[in-house]
């Protein structure tokens, strides 16, 4: 399974957009981009997930770059209950998607 | 419920005692998975199954490790002869069918502390 690169820890302020970058240069075509995040004391809590085109649902955006080799998960308004660990993973659908690659993750911080 | 049940939350076992954890996926949901997460780090993929079959044991740590799902639907993480580098968070997930676009529900997890 490819594996992804992301910064160990952002920050924002409450109220303003973050991005959250994702490198993912060994990606393979059949690999989707999924997007989790972990609060303290929970498990993993889906987010988002994209295969080519852009993404976007009630929680979040995801941007996939045109050669797949990295993506963004925005978060349009950042709150206070958006302070977690977020996990930009591969899931690839020759395999069924199962053998997921977690790594550090993102830790974001939210400052009132 | 609604949601991925899993029991105890927190266990305590003494080192070479055998422990069992149980995970209640959401009704109906095809595939399950057990990840184990240590303090700080990202989940790890222990193993798959679809229905009642394991089709993925590779992230087993060692023979120590076993799990089951027998009717398709609870499933059990066994550890034997624990150890104190066995104490983590084990989580369980599950998701409506098996396939990489498919969105996996979490439990909240079981923390395992062996002393």
């Known amino acids: 399974d490819a594996k992804t690169t992301q910064p160990n820890s952002m920050e924002s302020n409450e109220e303003e957009p973050v991005h959250l970058p994702c490198n993912h240069s060994?990606?393979?075509?059949?690999?989707?981009i999924h997007w989790y995040r972990q609060l303290p004391s929970q498990g993993p809590e889906y987010v988002i997930h994209?295969?080519?085109s852009n993404v976007n649902n009630r929680m979040a955006s995801l941007a996939i770059a045109e050669d797949r080799k990295s993506s963004t998960l925005i978060l349009h308004r950042a709150t206070l209950r958006d302070a977690a660990v977020y996990y930009c993973?591969?899931?690839?659908?020759?395999?069924?998607?199962?053998?997921?690659?977690f790594g550090a993750g993102t830790r974001l911080f939210v400052k009132a | 419920g609604a949601g991925v049940s899993q029991s105890p939350r927190y266990k305590v076992a003494k080192r070479g005692q055998d422990v069992a954890l149980r995970c209640d996926p959401i009704?109906?949901?095809?595939?399950l998975f057990w990840y184990q997460q240590a303090l700080g780090q990202g989940p790890e993929f222990l193993t798959y199954?679809?229905?009642?079959?394991?089709?993925?044991k590779s992230g087993l740590p060692s023979d120590r490790f076993f799990a089951e799902r027998p009717e398709g639907s609870v499933s059990t993480l066994k550890i034997q002869r624990t150890q104190q580098e066995d104490s983590a968070v084990y989580l369980c997930?599950?998701?409506?069918?098996?396939?990489?676009?498919?969105?996996?529900?979490f439990g909240q997890g079981t923390r395992l502390t062996v002393v």
């Open positions: 994209g295969l080519t």
């Open positions: 009704s109906g949901h095809v595939s």
């Open positions: 060994t990606i393979s075509g059949t690999d989707y």
């Open positions: 993973i591969l899931r690839d659908e020759n395999t069924g998607g199962f053998k997921t690659i």
């Open positions: 997930a599950s998701s409506l069918a098996g396939g990489a676009y498919t969105e996996a529900f």
């Open positions: 199954f679809q229905n009642e079959a394991q089709l993925d």
